[in-house]
């Protein structure tokens, strides 16, 4: 039985899932409708712009997605409770803009107050959150793709679209209209080959405003993402629980830097000019600060290293105008590098070489394959891994190899990853 005072965090939680029901729910709407809460015709708004008509319509997209979100928490969370292990209830995580578009939320976790004592109770905790997640993932898409509406539903949209038909496409995103859509998975793909009508499967760049479908995207884009097999990811304690402490250990970190080199491959390319403002300084000043910092291990001097770095960067863009976008870009890209695959190598040295090693690769793969382009999408999150939630597993007293059963239950888990995994899940033409 829990402590009782974690009962008092009951209404920290219920008020957490009620801000969060909201805010998934405006963003729902904003995606369903094609329109930002705060952003109208004429501009910034802070009335709104949104009817408590679409706000209801935006629930065609909060409920299915928080409820395959808070069924993933909760089959952690009752795993958990099995074993008498000390967990709080989820914590849910609102997050929302109204001046561009969001999913309402950053997700949620639980927290485990006390030790895990076996390598069988981190994988039973950590397997079940996902398999929870996708079981009801599955019929929410089943729902979606075989309920779809008719075609002319996406006039309602973009009323703009009409006068073309039904064969708007082959003339509205040729004017740049459409510029944001999904990547695509296995079992996405699946579902609009074999299970919808072909008929009525919507356009890629047109798949946000399909609320049933987007959340059950979302699912599965979750799904594989807390499948990684890196660190204290769900992913990370399934293959914990299946090889061990020191295999998992020495495994993760080469995950890891896989991770990474593909989501920055085309940032460092002979065939792709980067981008860049100083504006940009704003952010990677403070970042650049942060990471000599910690890979420096000293305040002052990474303080004084970055003042540095910014001088020579400024220096050399002056002196050599024409590759100004290289100067800066590329530098804070191998340092981010550096940053981020420090926490992956035992001393700086080899934290060197193995940034070497990935800005190589990268390079050489850009090389024999000029169209190769990673998603820069993930290197954020490679940050998080890397600095916040750490790469590697803590072990547990009782490291005895799971079952048959258990081993077969993660083989599954990941061939589910396999399925629901999306090298960019997220396309911006």
């Known amino acids: 039985m829990l402590p009782t005072k974690q009962q008092h965090n009951y209404p ?39 009817t408590w008509a679409e ?57 485990i107050k006390e030790r895990i004592f ?15 997640g996708f079981v009801v993932a599955i019929p929410l898409l089943f729902y979606a793709f075989t309920n779809l509406p008719p075609q002319e539903y996406i006039f309602n949209i973009h009323p703009e679209y009409k006068r073309f038909g039904l064969d708007y496409a082959q003339y509205v995103y040729q004017e740049g209209l459409g510029s944001f859509y999904l990547g695509e998975n296995l079992l996405f793909i699946a579902f609009e080959q074999f299970v919808a009508d072909p008929e009525l499967v919507p356009n890629k760049y047109e798949v946000i405003h399909y609320p049933l479908v987007f959340a059950g995207y ?9 499948l990684l097999p890196i660190g204290q990811l769900d992913g990370g304690h399934v293959l914990y629980g299946l090889i061990g402490y020191k295999q998992f250990n020495r495994l993760s970190p080469i995950f890891f830097t896989m991770f990474i080199l593909y989501a920055g491959l085309g940032v460092i390319s002979p065939y792709t000019e980067p981008v860049w403002a100083e504006e940009l300084l704003v952010v990677f000043a403070p970042f650049s600060y942060w990471a000599l910092w910690k890979i420096l291990d000293d305040r002052r001097q990474g303080l004084a290293a970055t ?65 190769a382009d990673g998603y820069s999408g993930w290197l954020v999150f490679g940050l998080l891994l890397s600095r916040v939630m750490g790469i590697f597993h803590p072990s547990c007293p009782d490291e005895r190899p799971l079952t048959p059963l258990r081993k077969a239950l993660g083989v599954f888990a990941f061939i589910i990853f396999i399925l629901c995994f999306s090298p960019s899940p997220f396309i911006i033409e």
């Not at 979302?218 to 807390?226: S, V």
């Not at 050599?320 to 992956?344: D, N």
């Open 12 to 50: 920290l939680h219920l008020l957490l899932f009620c801000i969060t029901l909201v805010t998934t729910t405006l963003a729902g709407t904003e995606w369903r409708f094609g329109k930002l809460f705060f952003v109208g015709p004429e501009g910034f708004d802070w009335t709104g712009t949104i």
């Open 55 to 111: 706000f209801a319509g935006g629930l065609y997209f909060s409920l299915p997605f928080l409820g395959v979100l808070t069924v993933h928490e909760f089959g952690h969370y009752f795993t958990a409770r099995y074993y008498r292990t000390n967990v709080t209830l989820p914590y849910y995580i609102p997050l929302w803009f109204g001046i561009s578009f969001s999913l309402g939320t950053m997700g949620a976790f639980i927290r």
């Open 118 to 132: 076996s390598r069988r109770q981190f994988f039973d905790i950590g397997v079940a959150g996902p398999l929870a």
């Open 218 to 226: 979302l699912a599965l884009f979750f799904t594989a993402l807390n």
């Open 307 to 371: 003042m540095g770095l910014l001088l020579l960067q400024y220096s050399f863009s002056e002196l050599f105008p024409e590759l100004s976008g290289y100067i800066w870009l590329w530098t804070f890209y191998i340092l981010y590098l550096l940053f981020v695959l420090k926490p992956a190598a035992p001393t700086l040295p080899y934290a060197l070489y193995l940034t070497a090693f990935v800005v190589l690769a990268q390079v050489l793969i850009s090389f024999a394959f000029p169209e």
